[in-house]
């Protein structure tokens, strides 16, 4: 986060692999956090290299974020699931929410271990809100886990958000798939809202973050406008639709050679 301390590399949490890079450190960096090592700092140069503005799509994609998230806390909403939500940043979901709803319940997931030793130590101290080391590939685990460990009633709107995690979800782990299970166990009220690496992204960066980061979790797979406009099915698709995220947040905000595109659909 942008006042976590300096990791060193002597120092290394366990199940941390500082010679690989990882998208929440990649994106911490662009952030201008410090959780981040060397082989990070790399690749987010390789990609600025190109696309220099990327560090403010970077910011863009926070308040995207929080945009959402507000909707969903107008509309009434006192549960959100921030799924794959990095190293933590301030502003934060729970403390947007809790301007609107104080015992909102916000639960924080990531896979990453790094991201949720942070996420944990900041949440000791707020009630209502968790951390969970969990996978968003294994919905079924992670859903009993929000039930059980976060005091998340489904059976009342909730609203998720994967904001720059689904292009990270290869197609062989069927990401359509696995959002469908998300939406089946959310209640009538309930708001999904993502960002998601678009194929109209500039080819530079698309090799940059698919070919140079293979076989890593840094990975991204871009998709099309009509495949990501699936992980909606079943949704009414609210504000602009399935857009380059800039167009969510205001008419005259720079495009970027990085296309990130934003949805949010609420369920009926
Ligand atoms: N959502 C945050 C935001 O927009 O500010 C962070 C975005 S960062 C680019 C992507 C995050 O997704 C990383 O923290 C990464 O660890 C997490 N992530 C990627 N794949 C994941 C998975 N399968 N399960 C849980 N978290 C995942």
């Given at each position: 986060?942008?006042?976590g ?11 941390v692999d ?7 450190r990649?994106y911490?960096?662009?952030l201008?956090?410090?959780?981040n ?8 140069h390789?990609?600025?290299a190109v696309?220099?503005?990327?560090r403010?799509?970077?910011w863009?994609?926070?308040k995207?974020l929080l945009h959402?998230?507000?909707t ?5 909403v006192?549960q959100?699931?921030?799924l794959?939500?990095g190293?933590?940043t301030?502003p ?5 929410v809790?301007?609107?709803h104080p015992?909102?319940r916000?639960?924080?997931?990531d896979n990453d271990?790094?991201?949720f030793v942070?996420?944990?130590?900041l949440?000791g ?41 689904l292009?990270y979800?290869?197609d062989?782990?069927?990401p359509?798939?696995l959002?469908?299970r998300?939406?089946?166990?959310m209640a009538p ?18 090799e940059r ?7 890593s979790s840094?990975?991204?797979?871009y998709?099309?406008?009509?495949e990501v406009?699936?992980?909606?099915d079943g949704?009414e698709n609210?504000?602009p639709g399935?857009?380059?995220l800039q167009?969510w947040l205001?008419?005259d ?5 990085l296309?990130l595109?934003?949805a ?5």
């Amino acid at each position: 986060g942008v006042t976590g301390p300096q990791p060193e590399i002597e120092r290394v949490p366990q199940g941390v692999d500082p010679h690989e890079p990882r998208s929440a450190r990649v994106y911490d960096y662009l952030l201008g956090g410090k959780d981040n090592y060397e082989v990070d700092r790399a690749l987010a140069h390789r990609i600025l290299a190109v696309a220099p503005e990327t560090r403010s799509l970077a910011w863009f994609s926070r308040k995207f974020l929080l945009h959402a998230v507000r909707t969903a806390a107008t509309a009434g909403v006192r549960q959100f699931v921030d799924l794959g939500s990095g190293i933590p940043t301030s502003p934060n979901v729970h403390e947007v929410v809790h301007e609107t709803h104080p015992a909102a319940r916000v639960a924080y997931v990531d896979n990453d271990p790094v991201v949720f030793v942070h996420c944990n130590a900041l949440m000791g101290n707020h009630p209502g809100v968790t951390a969970l080391h969990a996978d968003v590939r294994r919905p079924a685990e992670l859903i009993r886990r929000l039930e059980t460990e976060s005091g998340i009633d489904f059976a009342a709107p909730v609203a998720i958000t994967l904001v720059g995690v689904l292009h990270y979800v290869m197609d062989d782990e069927n990401p359509a798939e696995l959002v469908a299970r998300y939406r089946e166990a959310m209640a009538p009220g309930s708001y999904l809202a993502f960002t998601h690496g678009a194929d109209i992204s500039h080819p530079e960066i698309i090799e940059r973050t698919s070919q140079d980061a293979r076989n890593s979790s840094a990975q991204v797979r871009y998709r099309s406008r009509d495949e990501v406009t699936t992980f909606l099915d079943g949704l009414e698709n609210t504000g602009p639709g399935v857009v380059p995220l800039q167009q969510w947040l205001a008419d005259d905000l720079p495009e970027t050679k990085l296309v990130l595109y934003g949805a949010v659909g609420r369920k009926r």
